[in-house]
């Protein structure tokens, strides 16, 4: 089984600045590899998939890159509404497996 | 519009049984795998089951494999997760997902508790 390891377990960012977040696969999972959001008492919500390709009507703050072991998430300019805890997802071998999380919160 | 909708979560006892369903409007259901995805209360995700969209293959996390039996039904336009020798840890909400996983149910609770 892939293991999925996100860091910071906890990030604090003021808004309008950047914020960016890591995932690391414990092999190589080439570019399946997705980012979701979730905010309390909601579903996930997918915003990247193939690791750098926006899913439809994600704002452009949010852009992921990486391949193979190593992504990145990064919102460019922190909205209110971009704090929420985010999990990567890799979806190259089965099981599929999701990091722990990153909980971004206000600074 | 694109829905599922999750039923069947309560509350059971350890070792017990329940049967998860998910039913889905709005989009070809026949034409797409489906996943189960489960968060324990406070916890992150965890994903537990897929099958493809003609049921051909299943796969299953390590955690639940042996005792939960992911179907379909695609005349009915409905995704089934067959849950038995229930544990605690088992307690979550469960959600539905299309294969894509653009879209997600609102979730059903499961608690295992005696």
């Known amino acids: 089984e892939i293991v999925m390891t996100q860091s910071p377990a906890t990030l604090s960012v003021s808004p309008g600045e950047r914020a960016t977040l890591s995932c690391r696969a414990s092999?190589?999972?080439?570019?399946?590899l997705a980012w979701y959001q979730q905010k309390p008492g909601q579903a996930p919500r997918l915003l990247i998939y193939?690791?750098?390709t926006r899913a439809t009507g994600i704002p452009a703050r949010f852009s992921g890159s990486g391949s193979g072991t190593e992504f990145t998430l990064t919102i460019s300019s922190l909205q209110s509404e971009d704090f929420a805890v985010y999990y990567c997802?890799?979806?190259?071998?089965?099981?599929?497996?999701f990091g722990q999380g990153t909980k971004l919160e206000i600074k | 519009q694109v829905q599922l909708v999750e039923s069947g979560g309560g509350v059971v006892q350890p070792g017990g049984s329940l049967r998860l369903s998910c039913a889905a409007s709005?989009?070809?259901?026949?034409?797409?795998?489906m996943h189960w995805v489960r968060q324990a209360p406070g916890k992150g995700l965890e994903w537990v089951a897929f099958?493809?969209?003609?049921?051909?293959?299943?796969y299953y996390a390590d955690s639940v494999k042996g005792r939960f039996t992911i179907s379909r039904d695609n005349s009915k336009n409905t995704l089934y997760l067959q849950m038995n020798s229930l544990r605690a840890e088992d307690t979550a909400v469960y959600y539905c997902?299309?294969?894509?996983?653009?879209?997600w149910g609102q979730g059903t609770l499961v608690t295992v508790s005696s």
């Open positions: 092999q190589s999972v080439s570019s399946n």
């Open positions: 709005g989009f070809t259901f026949s034409s797409y795998g």
């Open positions: 099958i493809r969209y003609d049921g051909s293959n299943k």
């Open positions: 193939g690791a750098s």
């Open positions: 997902a299309k294969g894509d996983t653009v879209t």
């Open positions: 997802q890799q979806y190259n071998n089965w099981p599929r497996s």
